[in-house]
């Protein structure tokens, strides 16, 4: 079958799934960040009473948490504020979008870990799903900043970047 015969799919579809991920990004931040989670006594708290890694079933990954996230949350928990931050204003704008995709899906990875046995696991199946879609399409080439980024650059020196 020739490509050229094969129906397509406009892009600017999937911008709209990388732009909704960038509003979930975002609105899990705000919310996070009223509660007071990207603080050092608010990531202890998430981690005691809200996800208590006492009952999550992943022991190996509840014992990484506790041996090395938590004496080091004070250090980490702005970290977090930074980054859970950055990822959803990229995915937002559409910029760096490849490279965006793989950090916020380590990030996703890490809180499916952290609060395993709590959520439905499909919901972060989903996400991740959606992440792959958006990192294969390079979708911040339509709607986002990327597309500035080609026009002007063309293809990035690392495949990844836009």
Sequence with gaps: MNTSDSPNTKLY???LLRIMLGVLFLTTWWSNFNKGFYSGGGLLNFFTYVFPQSTNP????????DTVILPIREVFA??????????????????????????????I????FATFGHDWPWSYVMIL???????VT?????MGLDAKLFERRGDPPIDILW
Excluded at 109 to 112: A, D, F, M
Aim: hydrophobic share 70%; proline share 4%.
């Design 129 to 135: 799903g959606i992440l792959f879609v958006v990192f």
């Design 109 to 112: 990875i890490n809180t499916y």
């Design 58 to 65: 992943l022991w190996w990954y509840a014992a990484f948490i």
């Design 78 to 107: 702005p970290f977090l504020l930074v980054g859970e931050f950055l990822i959803g204003f990229a995915l937002l704008v559409g910029v760096l979008t490849p490279l965006t995709s793989i950090f916020a899906a380590i990030f």
């Design 138 to 142: 390079k979708a911040g080439r339509s």
């Design 13 to 15: 579809w999937i911008a």
